[in-house]
């Protein structure tokens, strides 16, 4: 008896596990077969295929989810990246433990439309990239497992088949005019989902605290996915802590209509979210119903969000100046399809920079953003992808309506959400014969009280279209001092001029361009061309590096020394503007752009603090040291092996670091103690002129913050040889770690003088067992680039075999080595 009980138990504990696990999504990464082109119909992804078959399509290929269409093509220099249809394929054993229960596929994000099918059955169908939504393949799967192909053919497998397309379509958002690549493929996660008979769709939960932060309120309500018409059931509901500790508990019966109120409580005293101390209680919920139970949670925060007008942004009634930086999906090797660690690791990164701010650029994005900025004490701007181009037509208006209602229902728990975006740039034209501000103005009308209404206690925005600026409840002119427009010096007092035209201000997208590696000894030498003092907003044919008026973005080096004296500047002036609600760069990552291909990687934006692999640039350091607490100290020129300049000419040394003093040595000689203060520009006083060396000088810092000392040091050549234009290249292998070599080419003049200013277009290539590491969008991984400081390098994977590369530079004797 006493085995049979214990049997008996065992069963049990083992179903109620399984339908624990079972209600969660079950992510679909592996198993997947991919082809980049379209087929004559559903029937050639699922008909029976066998070795040899000369009648199958022989272009399939295994790959793994999340997967983009344009993890290569978006950044190859030679080639238009792909738009157009791609198909995948995979087969499942599906098996529902739930009596009646529904069985779903839910897309975190595919793009830009896409179509599914349970073998032959078309089953649902999405427009738009960046939303989530679900197909419910319950009834087509059942009536495919009563078909004898079923058994025969696929074993007792469910095949699907998902179609995505990102053809250029101008009824469509974002234009294909966008700074930024309209990816296709199933680049977000794709999860299968077993739910019961009765089970929760949406949970609607507001948390909402007065400014003292003595108050809180939470409102509760729920949609439910009934397809089965229950009446009701029972609930039961727990709001806990970030303690763990059980803040309220309710049990209750429930007859099912929309949008149910499940709670509607006071929380005296709440712990208030913030980006010091994101603290996040917990909503769990337990639907109970005659066929089954359905769990799950929310997480929540108390937070209370202030722009206050003609003023500065507060959060829970105190100041708390916005310190932002930008997102787009975008990886080298991947473009969008990141997976959850790489986004976890790129989150981090950013708030060890010292970010408490960031907007989502320019489209809704994963949920797994959004919830590490809830864990990490992130605030959001999100915004849907209604993007240069123009307004389209009665489709193109449905579509950001429905982006935009999703984005709200599918994001509205968060905390770190602070201001819903309806679009950017909509003052630029081109998608269309007719350009008409009065209908922009009407539609952008439209969005701010759908915003309003489906959410009236978040914000709304948008970023440079000042014709709209009036309609909504913050607004980003277009600033780009020391770059597009003006010089850097110029910011403070055309953002002061920007903030007394409108209600709400917060500048989103400062920056600029840096090819990384390369520095230079003069870096703000283009700035004497310049016109100052007048507006400093970007406007037609300014990212273009050819014509027009003079401007950094064309007539600048693009150096990383540049970039961090800018950078510096910004950062130095924001902390003498009480004011300003606060800014954020653009943007923290370099990402692809089909719009730029002259760019020294080409087809690459690269404004980013970091580059496409997450390496981080010098400018990475500059913010740290602003924004950050951790003690901190970086001698600036980590990736600069080789200085200039003439034989005891003293050269400046600037240390970034937040430590409150710091002391240099030259080749181990003391140059002295200095004092950080951020208003002594550049690097807030940290800067020591050095008479270096010829040939090898190695330079250390020690800082000190209260009772921590950290540390930098760097070693560099140091080159008094003047040279003339480059005449040949030489060509190394300089590491090999495993299967894995790297090459660096080097330019000379006549007299074998490397030319540390060359900038010459360099095209790697490669013959023989390897594979060139390109089509990455980073300084070292694009076969074509523009060299920094007359060198560029580049990875093989040698494939265990013999391989030659070459390099080919216009009007230089061509060079191999062989490896």
């Avoid at 399809?337 to 950013?350: F, G, H, Q, S, W």
Wanted: hydrophobic letters at 35%; a neutral charge.
């Amino acid at each position: 008896m006493f085995k049979k009980i214990k049997y008996l138990f065992l069963i049990s504990f083992l179903f109620i596990s399984y339908l624990s696990l079972a209600q969660q999504s079950i992510r679909l990464n592996n198993n997947w077969e991919f082809i980049k082109q379209d087929l004559g119909g559903i029937w050639e992804s699922v008909r029976p295929v066998g070795l040899g078959n000369p009648e199958s399509v022989p272009l399939w290929q295994n790959v793994t989810l999340p997967h983009s269409v344009n993890a290569e093509d978006a950044v190859d220099p030679d080639v238009n990246y792909y738009q157009g249809p791609a198909w995948y394929r995979t087969q499942l054993a599906v098996e529902n433990p739930y009596q009646k229960g529904r069985t779903i596929l839910h897309f975190e994000g595919a793009g830009q439309k896409t179509e599914v099918y349970i073998y032959t059955t078309k089953v649902g169908a999405h427009v738009g990239g960046y939303d989530e939504w679900t197909v419910d393949i319950t009834d087509a799967v059942e009536a495919f497992k009563k078909s004898d192909v079923y058994k025969k053919q696929f074993k007792g497998k469910v095949p699907i088949s998902v179609r995505t397309d990102n053809s250029r379509d101008l009824e469509m958002i974002p234009s294909n005019l966008s700074d930024f690549n309209v990816y296709g493929g199933i680049y977000r996660y794709l999860n299968l989902v077993y739910l019961p008979a009765l089970s929760i769709d949406k949970m609607f939960a507001k948390a909402e605290v007065d400014s003292l932060g003595k108050l809180g309120k939470l409102n509760v309500k729920a949609r439910f996915y009934n397809p089965n018409h229950y009446g009701g059931g029972s609930y039961r509901l727990k709001l806990i802590d970030p303690s763990g500790k059980i803040v309220n508990e309710t049990y209750k019966k429930f007859e099912i209509s929309e949008d149910l109120q499940l709670l509607n409580i006071e929380v005296k005293k709440p712990i208030l979210w913030s980006p010091d101390k994101p603290a996040l209680y917990t909503v769990q919920y337990e639907i109970i119903s005659s066929e089954s139970n359905y769990k799950g949670e929310e997480k929540i925060g108390f937070r209370n969000i202030n722009f206050v007008e003609k003023g500065p942004f507060k959060l829970n009634g105190k100041r708390l100046l916005l310190r932002g930086t930008h997102r787009h999906e975008d990886q080298a090797g991947l473009a969008a399809a990141m997976t959850e660690d790489l986004i976890r690791k790129e989150m981090v990164m950013m708030k060890e920079m010292g970010v408490n701010f960031i907007r989502l650029g320019h489209y809704q994005q994963s949920r797994i953003v959004l919830n590490l900025c809830d864990s990490l004490g992130i605030l959001v701007w999100e915004e849907i992808p209604w993007c240069r181009g123009g307004l389209g037509g009665d489709i193109y208006k449905q579509q950001a309506r429905t982006m935009l209602k999703n984005m709200i229902e599918q994001h509205y728990n968060h905390p770190s959400i602070m201001i819903w975006g309806l679009g950017n740039e909509n003052d630029w034209p081109g998608d269309f014969p007719e350009f008409d501000k009065e209908k922009i103005r009407t539609f952008m009308k439209e969005l701010n009280d759908l915003s309003h209404k489906m959410d009236a206690s978040r914000y709304t925005a948008i970023r440079r279209c000042d014709f709209c600026s009036d309609i909504v409840d913050v607004y980003s002119p277009s600033i780009w001092a020391g770059w597009y427009r003006g010089v850097y010096t110029d910011y403070k007092q055309v953002s002061e001029d920007e903030f007394k035209k409108v209600k709400r201000f917060l500048h989103v997208e400062w920056g600029g361009d840096s090819h990384a590696m390369r520095h230079s000894e003069n870096p703000d030498k283009a700035l004497s061309k310049i016109k100052t003092g007048g507006s400093a907003d970007e406007r037609a044919g300014d990212a273009s590096l050819y014509g027009g008026a003079a401007r950094i973005s064309k007539d600048g080096d693009w150096s990383e020394s540049y970039i961090t004296n800018l950078i510096d500047w910004h950062l130095k002036e924001q902390e003498t503007m009480p004011w300003l609600s606060g800014t954020a760069y653009w943007p923290f990552k370099d990402f692809s752009t089909p719009v730029r291909p002259d760019n020294p990687v080409p087809y690459m934006n690269q404004k980013g603090v970091v580059e496409r692999d997450l390496t981080k640039k010098e400018s990475y350091y500059v913010f740290q040291s602003y924004w950050t607490d951790k003690p901190m100290i970086h001698i600036y020129g980590h990736t600069w092996p080789v200085r200039w300049g003439d034989e005891g000419e003293e050269k400046m040394v600037k240390v970034y670091a937040n430590c409150t003093e710091a002391e240099m040595f030259l080749n181990g000689k003391s140059f002295g103690i200095k004092k950080r203060n951020s208003q002594d520009y550049p690097a807030a006083g940290l800067r020591w002129s050095l008479p270096f060396a010829k040939g090898e000088n190695i330079v250390k810092v020690i800082g000190k913050k209260g009772k921590e000392t950290v540390t930098d040091e760097i070693k560099f050549n140091y080159q008094t040889e003047k040279w003339e234009k480059p005449t040949k290249m030489e060509l190394k292998k300089i590491s090999q770690q495993g299967d894995e070599a790297t090459v660096e080419v080097k330019l000379y003049d006549n007299k074998g003088v490397q030319c540390l200013d060359a900038i010459n277009w360099i095209n790697f290539g490669l013959t023989g067992d390897g594979k060139l590491l390109d089509n990455l969008g980073t300084s070292s991984g694009s076969r074509k680039v523009q060299a920094y400081n007359g060198r560029a390098i580049i990875s093989i994977k040698l494939n265990k075999g013999k391989s030659v590369v070459s390099v080919k530079s216009e009007g230089l004797p061509t060079v191999f080595t062989e490896l």
